[in-house]
């Protein structure tokens, strides 16, 4: 539902070596955390499965892939600067 109502879908892809090592300081994560992670790309139950969602439900909004915590600061500094 909500995809279908969305206007822009951002989705953070981050390198699974910026995802590991960010978890590995917040805090211990059990077995089935740490298996997500590492399988994450190629399940088919996990990021294939959301891009086909975002194809099938939001294709008429605009997809913004963002692969680094500078991409993202980038894109929230345009937004707040961007008159509502």
Not at 39 to 63: D, K, M, N, Q, V
Request: hydrophobic share 45%.
């Amino acid at each position: 539902m909500r995809l279908r109502a969305a206007d822009t879908v951002i989705v953070l892809d981050f390198p699974l070596w910026r995802c590991a090592w960010r978890a590995a300081r917040r805090s211990r994560e059990n077995w089935a955390f740490w298996r997500l992670l590492l399988t994450y790309r190629r399940s088919s139950s996990s990021f294939p499965a959301i891009r086909e969602a975002i194809g099938r439900e939001a294709s008429h909004a605009s997809l913004r892939i963002l692969k680094s915590p500078k991409v993202v600061e980038h894109l929230l500094a345009q937004a707040s600067t961007t008159p509502h």
